[in-house]
């Protein structure tokens, strides 16, 4: 069900595909993982500081602050049991007990060792200090590394100073429990991540033997995986199979249809050969020829390069080697290269022969003609130009159709029977590539030829 938004949200929706969210399939899914794992944590976290971590915070400041009331409350009353509470203190709570009276007061009060305030640590005892001496100075500072918490508590008769263990008014229960969260949940997104590959690895290899096999490289294939993608590699070999069967059938009909025709054309021929020459014989030896002519060309278009292996080819090499053949013709030819990257894999007298179609009719037609190779990372193009008639826009599409020709601009005595660019696009195509036609700067067409790497 798809819910119709404004034209506005829309748009936003759209952009935030197409610029925020991930394009890989492992990649979206890992997020659809992350988040929830991410909005989890952080939930539990709040939780548990708002719930746990903030009562017993408030219950042990509260505790600390009843013990330091108590000591100042019972020093004030009795100044001759300090040393005796003191002890007690120390004995008992952990807690040292200093009453400073005099200059010292100022010299405590200004000493800027205790460390810097950590409100996580002491907020909770600075609170309670508060509201239990409302009418006193008082300060918390952390000392010895943190280790200790130090209070301070100016009253009437004097500075009272308290030093104990923060362990006493914070606890650390909170780090442990974060840290076992995000340790869980590192592991939850690891073992995800191992299983997420192999699932993802299996649609990858998948699309790339899909990908080979357009290209007409036989990749070997065993489906693995889930059951889904198992599913779809099993049917994708069922159904490669089919296609190569049928190419293979095809391939031997045509074999015994050559073989069929060329054998009553032949005996034609000879006939004819034997009878006196005369205009109408003559015309019928020429109907012959031009019936021997299209079927080579229906057979090569139809039965293609199937029985060659890919190899690793050099355009470079491939296209000097093409123009070479046409370097004593009455045409003017130029070839430039940037050098790059040339090599690909295909086959290579299929790549020869629509190469050699494209150069051929850019002979046929122009008197001057500009071939350029250029090629990077992603893909490798093959530009012919020439200064012919070129084809009207309304037509470059219905001149790659098997035996089409263009009456006006191209006749018999160019040659070809109108498979020339049926044949290269069929190849090309084969390749994963594409052929588009376009006017030429010369002023007549242009062919691009586009292959990916």
Do not use: C
Not at 72 to 86: R, S
Not at 214 to 241: C, D, H, L, Q, W
């Amino acid at each position: 069900m798809h819910i119709n938004f404004p034209d506005k949200v829309e748009r936003i929706i759209q952009y935030i595909k197409l610029k925020v969210f991930p394009n890989t399939l492992f990649f979206r899914t890992m997020l659809l993982i992350f988040i929830p794992l991410i909005f989890v944590q952080v939930v539990s976290v709040v939780a548990f500081i708002n719930g746990n971590w903030e009562r017993v915070g408030k219950r042990l400041s509260d505790n600390l602050t009843n013990n330091v009331s108590v000591a100042i409350q019972t020093t004030t009353n009795n100044p001759d049991m300090l040393n005796e509470i003191q002890q007690l203190y120390s004995k008992n709570y952990g807690i040292k007990m200093e009453f400073i009276t005099g200059e010292e007061q100022l010299k405590v009060k200004t000493n800027t060792h205790y460390g810097k305030d950590y409100k996580i640590v002491t907020g909770f005892l600075e609170s309670s200090l508060h509201q239990r001496f409302p009418n006193a100075l008082t300060s918390v500072y952390l000392a010895n590394n943190k280790d200790d918490v130090i209070i301070l508590v100016e009253a009437h008769n004097g500075l009272y100073r308290f030093t104990a263990s923060t362990k006493n008014i914070f606890s650390s229960s909170i780090f442990g429990f974060v840290a076992w969260m995000v340790g869980t949940s590192l592991l939850l997104f690891l073992v995800a991540t191992l299983f997420l590959r192999i699932q993802v690895r299996s649609i990858a290899t998948l699309a790339q033997v899909a990908e080979d096999f357009g290209k007409g490289i036989n990749t070997p294939f065993k489906p693995y995986g889930s059951s889904e993608v198992r599913k779809a590699g099993i049917a994708f070999i069922k159904m490669k199979e089919r296609i190569q069967k049928q190419i293979s059938e095809r391939t031997q009909m045509l074999a015994g249809v050559s073989h069929d025709l060329r054998t009553p054309l032949t005996r034609m021929r000879l006939q004819l050969a034997m009878l006196p020459d005369t205009p109408d014989n003559k015309e019928f030896i020429e109907d012959i020829g031009e019936m021997e002519k299209m079927l080579d060309g229906y057979l090569a278009f139809v039965s293609g390069e199937s029985g060659e292996k890919n190899t690793f080819v050099d355009m470079n090499e491939l296209i000097l080697s093409i123009i070479n053949k046409f370097r004593n013709t009455k045409a003017m030819i130029r070839y430039s290269t940037n050098d790059q990257v040339s090599a690909i894999q295909g086959r290579e007298q299929a790549l020869k022969r629509a190469v050699t179609n494209i150069i051929s009719n850019a002979f046929n037609y122009g008197k001057t003609i500009a071939v350029a190779l250029e090629s990077n990372n992603n893909k490798l193009e093959i530009t012919v130009d020439d200064d012919g008639p070129g084809i009207p826009l309304e037509k470059r599409e219905e001149v790659f159709k098997a035996f089409y020709r263009l009456d006006e601009s191209r006749n018999k005595e160019t040659g070809g029977v109108g498979l020339g660019l049926s044949i290269a696009r069929d190849i090309i195509t084969s390749h994963g590539g594409k052929i588009e036609l376009s006017d030429s700067k010369l002023g007549g067409l242009r062919v691009l030829i586009s292959i990916p790497l």
